[in-house]
């Protein structure tokens, strides 16, 4: 298996526009986690799923946060209206039941 | 809530050096601890768990023991090599729901030849 896809991996854009991150997980995973990484916090989890519904979002930041999973290969996380404050990395990870969470190598948001 | 602490690094040793890294948390009943390592430019990985008291997590030469008396998941490896070098995360699951992770802010080691 190729492991958890996230894209891009890069991504810098200005204050105020939409930013899409993506996410691709572990074939037959059925938990899959949003964190985000910054110097300040450490790793913070945003939001999970389980079979492709939304379990726990109390760690994302404001409304300006949405996610979905639309089916069981493919997660989004979704800024709008992007701030200089979001920029951080963003990393995607499944898991299997209770077995150990994979992550994804992360998608560095740099806003300006 | 629940928290991790680990020591704040970074650490820097030569190679064959002994490693460790303390980690101690707080949290209500009997979570389960992991240790995750980041290397450059790379997502975390698993590198070894532990899901009840005195129970030892090893791999590649790493272990940690789960001590509830003090709360402790302390990382060793008896002799680091230069790829080691990287970011190590502590962590802890609640008990009764593997899925939430809550991290510790991670220690850099570096291994020089």
């Known amino acids: 298996d190729a492991g958890v896809i996230q894209s891009p991996r890069h991504e810098v854009t200005e204050m105020g526009q939409e930013v899409t991150l993506r996410c691709k997980p572990i074939?037959?995973?059925?938990?899959l986690f949003w964190y985000r990484q910054t110097m300040m916090r450490g790793l913070e989890l945003l939001i999970y799923f389980n079979n492709n519904v939304p379990i726990d979002d109390s760690g994302m930041p404001e409304d300006r946060f949405s996610a979905k999973m639309p089916n069981a290969s493919f997660s989004t996380l979704k800024i709008q209206p992007s701030e200089p404050r979001d920029s951080a990395v963003y990393f995607c990870a499944s898991s299997l039941g209770s077995l150990a969470a994979f992550f994804g190598q992360g998608t560095r948001l740099t806003v300006v | 809530g629940d928290s991790v602490t680990q020591m704040e690094g970074p650490v820097t040793l030569s190679e064959e050096a002994f490693l460790t890294i303390n980690c101690t948390y707080t949290?209500?009943?009997?979570?389960?601890l992991f240790w995750y390592v980041q290397y450059p430019g790379e997502g975390l990985q698993l590198l070894l768990k532990?899901?009840?008291?005195?129970d030892k997590g090893s791999n590649k030469g790493f272990e940690a023991t789960y001590r509830k008396e003090t709360t402790s998941f302390h990382l060793e490896k008896g002799s680091v090599q230069v790829s080691d070098s990287a970011v190590y995360f502590c962590a802890l699951s609640p008990w009764g729901s593997n899925y939430k992770l809550t991290f510790g802010k991670g220690t850099l080691l570096t291994v020089n030849p």
């Open positions: 074939s037959g995973h059925d938990y």
């Open positions: 532990a899901t009840k008291a005195d």
């Open positions: 949290a209500t009943g009997y979570p389960s």
